[in-house]
């Protein structure tokens, strides 16, 4: 069949690796793709908030599966805008529609959703402009530090934690009246802080039925040692050593079931990706329990750098179950070795940086799989910078220190003006590994 996949990032470049991979799979289209996708199929100039035109290529080119990468046009209600089409409903799109995408587009849905649902998360309350006021009370009567959130997309930069009371004040003052984060923090939750360790679980779900993918753990800070500013995350491993059975068999029964039957029930169309976010805080008897922080509609990025090279499956195979509501009869088979993943940022990242700048060293560098994000090739045919996160360097290994080592070192051989990249994904796992 022909395929159209959305998006312009690592995640996509590793899911279209993928799915390149299938028998299925006869044409691959990437709109609008990037500097590596090319390698696996045809990039597209479409825009992604332009269902029209994405509609018309679908059906120009006879496409009969669309997967949607980034959330924006999943917000958007891209899912629903081929539902409601005569022609364009008979294609299969993996992508909750618009309703489902709320569990990652508006951070109170996804609150009252867990309260509805009985999903364990932490306490909170949502505030706008016009309680600013009685926000800054409820802050008073939580312990530092404070966890901010806007309400909408902010592009993963949207959460604050902030040990400061006045400041946890002043900042909310800035989201609510000062926009800070434009119309996504028109509205703020305030919730209680939860101390513990984060990971990443992978739900592929058809509605009914659904795949726990393998888990991941992210690093979003920009700093060494997890400081400085927020991105859009610097590398992952997957899988998280601490996730073991009986981890996972809390997190399936306490959250994902639930979530699942949640969808269920409340009649939300969803054949798509469910990324849940937790918080494994240790309970009373030498354990963990999981915690859902929040709630995104699609892949995490970069997670899917080290949790889709894991899958062994054919990935079409797998969503053509889910958009036909059959995935109970489709198999998932994982890569028993550790990936990890380093990402290559440029300088400045993730506040002003320079575009444009030549990459020397990728076609050199071997044994590990390199996946890119912002990229782009000039007239002459040199790799240039295009993105704040330029490229991600993956590897498989049989540990996680052997996996780190691979990525480390060949990261070390890509080159350009500020390439910037932290050396201490992994170690904090490996730390808890060794206690």
Same mark, same amino acid.
């Given at each position: 069949?022909?395929?159209?996949?959305?998006?312009?990032?690592?995640?996509?470049?590793?899911?279209?690796?993928?799915?390149?991979?299938?028998?299925?799979?006869?044409?691959?289209?990437?709109?609008?793709?990037?500097?590596?996708?090319?390698?696996?199929?045809?990039?597209?100039?479409?825009?992604?908030?332009?269902?029209?035109?994405?509609?018309?290529?679908?059906?120009?080119?006879?496409?009969?599966?669309?997967?949607?990468?980034?959330?924006?046009?999943?917000?958007?209600?891209?899912?629903?805008?081929?539902?409601?089409?005569?022609?364009?409903?008979?294609?299969?799109?993996?992508?909750?529609?618009?309703?489902?995408?709320?569990?990652?587009?508006?951070?109170?849905?996804?609150?009252?959703?867990?309260?509805?649902?009985?999903?364990?998360?932490?306490?909170?309350?949502?505030?706008? #402009?016009?309680?600013?006021?009685?926000? =800054?009370?409820?802050?008073?009567?939580?312990?530092?530090?404070?966890?901010?959130?806007?309400?909408?997309?902010?592009?993963?930069?949207?959460?604050?934690?902030?040990?400061?009371?006045?400041?946890?004040?002043?900042?909310?003052?800035?989201?609510?009246?000062?926009?800070?984060?434009?119309?996504?923090?028109?509205?703020?939750?305030?919730?209680?802080?939860?101390?513990?360790?984060?990971?990443?679980?992978?739900?592929?779900?058809?509605?009914?039925?659904?795949?726990?993918?393998?888990?991941?753990?992210?690093?979003?800070?920009?700093?060494?040692?997890?400081?400085?500013?927020?991105?859009?995350?610097?590398?992952?491993?997957?899988?998280?050593?601490?996730?073991?059975?009986?981890?996972?068999?809390?997190?399936?029964?306490?959250?994902?079931?639930?979530?699942?039957?949640?969808?269920?029930?409340?009649?939300?169309?969803?054949?798509?990706?469910?990324?849940?976010?937790?918080?494994?805080?240790?309970?009373?008897?030498?354990?963990?329990?999981?915690?859902?922080?929040?709630?995104?509609?699609?892949?995490?990025?970069?997670?899917?750098?080290?949790?889709?090279?894991?899958?062994?499956?054919?990935?079409?195979?797998?969503?053509?179950?889910?958009?036909?509501?059959?995935?109970?009869?489709?198999?998932?088979?994982?890569?028993?070795?550790?990936?990890?993943?380093?990402?290559?940022?440029?300088?400045?990242?993730?506040?002003?940086?320079?575009?444009?700048?030549?990459?020397?060293?990728?076609?050199?560098?071997?044994?590990?799989?390199?996946?890119? #994000?912002?990229?782009?090739?000039?007239?002459?045919?040199?790799?240039?910078?295009?993105?704040?996160?330029?490229? =991600?360097?993956?590897?498989?290994?049989?540990?996680?220190?052997?996996?780190?080592?691979? =990525?480390?070192?060949?990261?070390?051989?890509?080159?350009?003006?500020?390439?910037?990249?932290?050396?201490?994904?992994?170690?904090?796992?490996?730390?808890?590994?060794?206690?």
């Amino acid at each position: 069949m022909n395929i159209l996949l959305l998006g312009s990032g690592g995640r996509e470049h590793a899911i279209a690796a993928k799915i390149a991979e299938s028998k299925q799979c006869e044409k691959l289209f990437i709109a609008p793709g990037n500097a590596g996708t090319t390698a696996c199929g045809t990039n597209v100039d479409l825009k992604l908030d332009d269902f029209k035109a994405i509609g018309q290529f679908v059906q120009t080119n006879n496409v009969q599966m669309v997967v949607v990468g980034p959330e924006a046009p999943l917000v958007g209600g891209i899912v629903d805008y081929f539902a409601n089409d005569a022609i364009l409903k008979n294609v299969m799109i993996i992508g909750p529609s618009a309703h489902g995408a709320r569990l990652e587009g508006s951070k109170d849905f996804a609150k009252q959703f867990m309260q509805r649902h009985n999903i364990p998360t932490a306490a909170y309350r949502t505030f706008t #402009a016009d309680t600013l006021e009685e926000g =800054c009370r409820f802050l008073e009567t939580l312990k530092a530090p404070y966890v901010l959130k806007a309400d909408g997309l902010a592009a993963g930069k949207g959460v604050l934690i902030i040990d400061d009371l006045q400041e946890a004040k002043q900042m909310l003052e800035q989201m609510l009246v000062e926009s800070k984060f434009g119309e996504a923090s028109h509205s703020v939750v305030v919730e209680q802080f939860l101390s513990g360790i984060e990971l990443s679980v992978f739900v592929l779900t058809d509605g009914k039925h659904y795949k726990i993918l393998p888990t991941a753990k992210d690093y979003k800070r920009i700093g060494e040692g997890d400081t400085g500013l927020n991105t859009g995350g610097m590398g992952s491993v997957s899988p998280v050593p601490f996730a073991d059975k009986e981890f996972m068999y809390k997190v399936e029964h306490r959250i994902v079931m639930p979530t699942i039957k949640g969808i269920q029930k409340e009649q939300i169309a969803y054949k798509g990706f469910i990324f849940i976010g937790l918080m494994a805080v240790a309970s009373a008897d030498g354990g963990r329990d999981p915690y859902v922080i929040e709630y995104n509609v699609r892949m995490g990025d970069p997670e899917t750098e080290s949790v889709f090279p894991r899958i062994k499956s054919d990935v079409v195979e797998l969503f053509e179950a889910t958009a036909k509501e059959q995935l109970n009869t489709a198999d998932l088979t994982v890569d028993e070795r550790t990936a990890a993943c380093v990402m290559l940022t440029a300088h400045g990242y993730p506040e002003s940086y320079k575009k444009g700048d030549v990459i020397s060293g990728v076609d050199e560098v071997e044994g590990v799989t390199i996946f890119h #994000a912002g990229t782009r090739c000039d007239e002459k045919g040199r790799l240039l910078t295009n993105g704040g996160r330029v490229l =991600c360097v993956t590897s498989l290994g049989e540990t996680l220190p052997g996996a780190i080592l691979k =990525c480390i070192q060949a990261a070390e051989q890509i080159k350009w003006k500020g390439r910037y990249y932290r050396h201490d994904i992994g170690q904090d796992l490996l730390k808890l590994m060794c206690q």
